[in-house]
Every structure is written in structure tokens, then in C-alpha cells.
């Protein structure tokens, strides 16, 4: 930095500086997230959901008109046990990629995903917007409204069009989820997910999707291979049941 050009111009430098702080108040360069606890049981029995797939992302949007998805901050995945529990660890403090540092997380923090076939597919269950969350600004630590709660789930017709309906999202979201940057080797921290969405899309029969996630990713494999995520028909293969 030329320090003279600093002196003659101590305004240019105030604003500057008046600048980044304000980019800072707006934005955080750095985001973490809390641990999240919760339980997952029957609606209407009330007992407990075991070997459900659950899978939460925090996600980055902006853009100009701001809901645009930028990618993913952070991807874990995890399973029920015999009581219904669920565990995501804490994480952070992440530095937010410099080529995004204008996108924030909104209210996706996290989104969380269950899938467990025979159950309704009832899209993401995500925090409720706050007053700084609309106007851009959400904490740096994220705290998921989930955590300590009891999720309740329906029982489905895997047969119906709500459920395969409801798969087939399941299955496009889980295909764009993935790939994203800043980390396009994302679809790796989620393979269970992948895997048993993909086994009851093939259960089900493809003609009424458009294909499932692991289609997705091993029709991509020479890119992903290339991008250096490794082949996803050797990692997949090891969670195949």
C-alpha cells in the first residue's frame, strides 16, 4: 500500500475504512453454527423413527435480487438411533470464500432434510426470518430452532403421487446440494443421503422422476473426477446396502 498517497488523501482513506466496517456490520466474514439435538417420532403413534436419514446445509444466497443460491457453507449428514435422536457437532468459525462475501445465509441455517422411505417427504424444516435476517444481516452464530425439539412425521403411500412427488424433490435437491461451490465435492459429505433416496427412486421406478441423485453424479463422474472430487461410483459404492 502506498502510504503517501494515504496522507495526501485522509478522506479517500476514512471512507474507505468507513466502508469495510459498514461491509462488516452487514455482513459477517465468518459464519458457525451451535450443536443441534433433536428427536424424530411417529405422528401418530408417537414412537420413535429409527435409521432415518437426516441431512442439514447451511446455505449461502445473494445475488442481486438476494435469494439466489451461491453454495453451500457447510453439509453434514447423520442417522437416527433406535430412540429417534439426532446429533449435528458444532462447527466454525468458517471464513466465508472471498468470491462470496456478499452472500449471507438468510434463514438457511440450517436447512434440514429427513428422508425415511414410507414417511412424507415434507421439504425443509429451516428457522423463521428475523428482522436482521431481512434486511441481510443474520448473526454470525447460528443457533437452529430444531435443536432440543421433537420432529413428528406421517406416515406415507409410497405408491401415491404426493410421495413420489415429494421424492422427486428430494432427489433434485439433493442433486443441486452437491455440487455447488465453493465446495463441489460437497455430494461426498452426504452419501447415505444419495444412496437411499437413489435405492427407493429405483423401487419405484424412474418414469414418473426425472432420474435420481447418484444417476447424477455418476453421469457427471469424468467432470467430478477432473475437478478432483474423485470417482463417485467408487465412493458411492461402499454405502450401497
Known sequence: MNLSVLRRHPKVTALALFAALLLYALWPLTYSADAID???V?????EPIKGAIV???WELVGGLEGGHVQGQMMVMETETDANGYFHFPAWGPKLIPLSMQLADLGFRDPAIIIFKPGYQIGGELSNDKTSKQLLKK?????VSQWDGKTI???RADRHSKTYRDGLG?????LSRIGD???DPCAWRKMPRMIMATSAEVEQLGKDFLLGSPYDHYVGNEEHIIEI???SPTQFLEGYKK
Open 38 to 40: 433433536a428427536r424424530l
Open 42 to 46: 411417529d405422528e401418530e403413534t408417537n
Open 55 to 57: 441431512l442439514a446445509h
Open 138 to 142: 443474520g448473526p454470525s452464530r447460528r
Open 152 to 154: 413428528t412425521v406421517r
Open 169 to 173: 424433490w428430494l432427489s433434485d435437491n
Open 180 to 182: 455447488y461451490p465453493p
Open 228 to 230: 478432483g472430487c474423485g
